[in-house]
């Protein structure tokens, strides 16, 4: 496990996301990604190249990227990346990984929600 970074200022964070973001999420400016450091990180962590993530490991520290996966919205991990992660960061092991997150849509007769 890397050793604890030294405290990412918004500043710094955003120097590091922002190039990432840029390649990685495409389909929006950087700068409206940054607004959301958490989905930046995941989709670094989701499909983002071995280095990147090593280098967010690196700079940001495993308590951080743990964070992310604990606040994982639907749609932001594959399942191959969010098993991997899930174990690398210690927080399951082989055969006790958590679902992936679910979106719920409103409510069916009973009271159950509906998955997607």
């Known amino acids: 496990m890397p050793k604890p970074p030294d405290p990412t200022s918004p500043a710094e964070l955003d120097d590091l996301l922002r190039p990432l973001a840029a390649q990685l999420i495409w389909w929006q400016p950087a700068e409206d990604s940054l607004r959301n450091p958490d ?8 499909i ?12 940001l520290g495993d308590r951080r990227l743990a964070q992310v996966l604990q ?34 849509f409103g409510v069916r007769d009973g009271g159950d929600h509906a998955a997607a």
Do not use: C
């Open 71 to 104: 606040r994982a919205e639907a749609g932001w991990f594959s399942p191959r990346s969010w098993n991997y992660w899930q174990q690398k960061l210690g927080l399951a092991r082989s055969g006790a990984v958590p679902p992936l997150p679910r979106r719920h």
């Open 39 to 46: 989905r930046v990180i995941a989709q670094v962590l989701d």
């Open 48 to 59: 983002g190249t071995f280095e990147a993530g090593q280098r967010l490991r690196q700079v």
